[in-house]
T-cell receptor, first 116, second 117 residues
């Protein structure tokens, strides 16, 4: 079974600054996918970014980028130029590529507050 | 973008009654949908995987007779909480699976808050 750990229950950052959210995971799978989802106060889950484990290049989406360290089983999210709208709970998630393909395992979440 | 609609957004019911929650993929077909449960300020826990035209697959510890799942079409899955009790009060979220650029992405509904009195 896979486990996903987010060790930062809460984080805060000033508007326009950069913040990094941590995530580690444990798996015996060789093929898998990693995701970051955000859940704003509306509670609508929104996909932020995804990473395929077989790709060495770190994924980026505008102000969001990841630092994927496969050997260390680490998948951190960097948010640059933080905006007030980035305030949300962020979940790191793991999806295996084998027979359990499609099942997401979520971390505990990190509440991010962006201050003006 | 992919849109998943979940209805109702909030339901209050009396103990012992049944409640049905609908999850629809509005602009794509979803062979597979998922149902999650989330407690306040906690993570999402997968309850079951709903497959169109076949029985749902339940996670360990989830009572399949209490949480009935039906995936009758490629755009609709329903979760029925039968004989609801106060301990079933929670936030229920569905997601629909869509292939995007070689990988499956789950798109989520806005969730349903269930309050059982």
């Amino acid at each position: 079974a896979q486990t996903v750990t987010q060790s930062q229950p809460e984080m805060s950052v000033q508007e326009a600054e950069t913040v990094t959210l941590s995530c580690t995971y444990d798996t015996s799978e060789s093929n898998y996918y990693l995701f970051w989802y955000k859940q704003p106060p509306s509670r609508q889950m929104i996909l932020v970014i995804r990473q395929e484990a077989y790709k060495q290049q770190n994924a980026t989406e505008n102000r969001f980028s990841v630092n994927f360290q496969k050997a260390a089983k680490s998948f951190s999210l960097k948010i640059s130029d933080s905006q007030l709208g980035d305030t949300a709970m962020y979940f790191c998630a793991f999806m295996p590529g084998g027979t359990s393909y499609g099942k997401l395992t979520f971390g505990q979440g990190t509440i991010l507050t962006v201050h003006p | 973008g992919a849109v998943v609609s979940q209805h109702p957004s909030w339901v209050i019911c009396k103990s012992g009654t049944s409640v049905k929650i609908e999850c629809r993929s509005l602009d794509f077909q979803a062979t597979t949908m998922f149902w999650y449960r989330q407690f306040p300020k906690q993570s999402l826990m997968l309850m079951a995987t709903s497959n169109e035209g076949s029985k749902a697959t339940y996670e360990q510890g989830v009572e399949k007779d209490k949480f009935l799942i039906n995936h009758a079409s490629l755009t609709l899955s329903t979760l029925t909480v039968t004989s609801a009790h106060p301990e079933d009060s929670s936030f229920y979220i569905c997601s629909a699976d869509r292939p995007v650029a070689g990988a499956n992405i789950q798109y989520f509904g806005a969730g349903t808050r269930l309050s059982v009195l």
